[in-house]
């Protein structure tokens, strides 16, 4: 196995299985604990300074328009097969019901810009409704941006005004004692304090005024509304509203729907309206006329003495009588046509609606008339919520214009062809008045003055009898909508919801520790258990419990990302025993039984303990395991040739001379090093003695093999603790005199980008029979460890 081959084969390793992930959560239950702890109390104080927020909601109808009536209904056959989609006008009325101008109008009504609260524990509480013993009115302009209030109760029944804020800033004002009905002066201007009716007028604690201008505050409003069609075939509109007060939701809807049906039944009375001062108009005027043709009769007779000339004229009158009625009507018709015209040509009419229903006998006109007025309106409605450049807005101006050219051609043509019919009508009856040729001149200018009379009367009356019309359609318009569903909803809030809140805290608090340990797992590049090294060819001999599996957290961690501290000086105590049967023990017999089926018996075996880098507990290992044999009574030796630390030699003190002696020539004989330890008897320690300055020459020299030509015949097994491979050259000179080389791999310690590198001195027998241990595994936690149990195993057996 190269060493590329290696690193994948250690990455498809590092992979975790369901119940490794399990068992590292729940070696870790502290801080899933902890984390529970703090997100359920984190959602139970969200819980508590939050407002709880009601939904309302309100279904309403809009009605279809019986102009539309029958053309609609000749093709309901196909839209209930979906040949033909619904009229637009439910969308348009959709998005006429939540435009600015009709929210600015409720929050105008309802006074919307000014809220109060009271503080209610950690909650801020929104008094509305019959909760609101007063209510503040701003006699000025609006106010700026972020102005507020505190407005406190008097032990003399009156209010303290204090703590004003305008524009986010606070003023240096003094409080303010005022009473209800007083104009109060304030720094964010003239405020009137009124009791509201019905509710008792004593402030129980203090209240906060905030005020907002109107246009913000109609933003909110809109943000907050949702407007929704049932059904893409139906014209009913649902609308629904949140807020923090329910009652103030439901008065929300209503008055929309209040204000969007005046509104609609003012643009419907626009054409009843405009008709009606058109009329009012033409009476006056036709009232100073017959006024006029009165005066004129009435001095034409009293200066020529005539008498009844009723009589004189009937014979004419009788001949003249279909004539005159025909003449009558066309006369009518032909004055409603010049004054529409006069109308239309006027300037100042320009944009308002022709008056409709004139009665000047043309249908053609008529149509145009209202088609004129249709677009007019709509072009007004459309004007008055988007601009001037809206395309839809320039193309009725268009169509209006074409349409009043229309309508006031068509008007000519109807006055040429009424001029007409007059014209012969008059011929004819001048031949009739002809053949009376004893009747007097004066009866005849008589009879053209009368004609004239009842022309006008005629016209007065017609007029008279439009204007009542025009005034009773006015009355009786009805609402273009039908509430369905008053505004209503559920009496709990339908945020926030305890439920969720603290379901979510619950799972939020197990996520984040399983977060947080996944991670800190999976990007931990060190040793983390037995698992990992299994990508090694090496052979594996064992594997040494972490003796401090108490450790606090600030060791553990300082483990996990390498950064133990080094103490030279730190001696390990021993922990292999004649009785000993935890697993510490256990893993040390382990060891020595692999040990021995890998050495030969028929001579003396010398091992040597190295590692990749330092810290990895090699001599904590040498000792206990050189123990460990001891106690089976095997004769060892364990050599401190560490000529760099002496770390072993720390178990009896540093006693001195050492194996530096012997190397360097100064002492002949090796038993003169011999130490023993108290607890450790049977067990020789050879120790280094004085450091040298020069380590790698001393080991290079001869004296090495003497050295353990020398031990050979006293010993079955000598053990060497070695500094760590690569970082000096002393294992690389020491593995050439042993038979055997066992690398110590520390869990939280090594890195495992490492392996690969071990790995290599293992293809290239860098060293001497390679075996590694893996040394600090947490059987216990640890899901990278094999925990045989064995605390458990002999606790049982006991």
Known sequence: MNTDQLQQQELLESSISLPDLLKLFLSHWRWFLLSLVICMSLGMLYLSITQPVYTRSTSILIKEDKENG???????????????????????????????????????RLGLNVNYSVRTGLRSHTLYGTELPLRLQLLDRDPE?????????????????????????????????????????????????????????????????????????????????????????STVIQLTYNDV????????????????????????????????????????????????????????????????????????????????????????????????????????????????????????????????????????RLKANSSEANPRVLDLEHTLTELRSAVSKSLDNVIVSLSTQINSLQASEQRNTSRIASSPEQAKYLISIERQQKIKEALYLYLLQKREETQLKQSFAAYNTRVITPPMGSRKPSSPVTRNILL??????LILPAVAIFAIDTFDTKLRGRKDAEVLSIPYLGQIPDMNKYRSLRARLAQRFGRLPHDSNRVRPLVVTAAGGDQMNEAFRILRTNIQYMLPKDRTQVVMLSSINPASGKTFITLNLANSFALKGKRVAVLD??????????????????????????????????????DMPGLDIYPVGIIPPNPAELLSTERLSELLDQLRPHYD??????????????????????????????????????????ERFYREN????MTYVVNGVDQLSSKYGYNYGYGDYYAQSK
């Open 70 to 108: 029958a053309s609609a209904g000749d093709l309901s056959a196909f839209q209930n097969l979906g040949l033909f989609q619904g009229s637009s006008k439910v969308q348009n009325e959709l998005i006429t019901i939540q435009s600015p101008v009709i929210i600015t109008e409720v929050v105008r």
């Open 145 to 233: 941006e972020g102005s507020s209030l505190v407005l406190s109760p008097s032990s003399d029944g009156s209010l303290v005004l204090s703590d004003f804020v305008s524009a986010g800033e606070k003023l240096q004002q003094a409080p303010i004692k005022a009473r209800y009905g007083d104009t109060i002066k304030s720094p964010i201007g003239r405020l009137l304090v009124l009791p509201v009716q019905g509710v008792s007028a004593q402030l129980p604690q203090e209240v906060k005024v905030s005020i907002s201008r109107i246009d913000d505050t109609a933003n909110g409003v809109l943000s907050g509304l949702k407007g929704t069609l049932v059904d893409d075939k």
């Open 245 to 380: 007060s329910a009652q103030r939701a439901e008065d929300i809807l209503s008055t929309i729907v209040s204000v969007y049906n005046e509104l609609w039944v003012e643009d419907k009375n626009q054409v009843a309206v405009s008709t009606s001062r058109f009329i009012d108009e033409r009476l006056d005027v036709i009232q100073r006329d017959l006024g006029a043709v009165d005066g004129d009769i009435s001095k034409f007779k009293s200066r020529n003495l005539l008498p009844n000339v009723d009589e004189v004229t009937r014979l004419v009158l009788d001949k003249s009588k279909e004539a005159e009625a025909q003449l009558l009507l066309l006369s009518n018709q032909i004055s409603m046509a010049r004054y529409i015209r006069s109308y239309i040509l006027d300037e100042r009419n320009q944009w308002r609606v022709l008056p409709a229903n004139s009665g000047i006998g043309s249908d053609h006109v008529e149509s145009l008339i209202g088609e004129y007025n249709k677009n007019l309106i709509l072009y007004n």
């Open 504 to 509: 979510a805290s619950f799972v939020l608090g």
């Open 641 to 678: 040739l560490d000529l760099r630390r002496a770390l072993l030699s720390l178990y009896i003190n540093r006693p001195k001379p050492g194996l530096s002696s012997f190397l360097n020539g100064e002492i002949s004989k090796v038993s003169e090093l011999r130490y023993t330890h108290p």
């Open 717 to 758: 097994l000598i053990l060497i603790d070695c500094p760590p491979a690569e970082i000096v050259a002393d294992a690389s000179i020491i593995t050439e005199v042993v038979d055997m080389t066992l690398f110590v791999l520390r869990v939280g310690v090594l890195d495992k980008r490492l392996l690969p590198e071990l």
């Open 766 to 769: 860098k060293y001497r029979q």
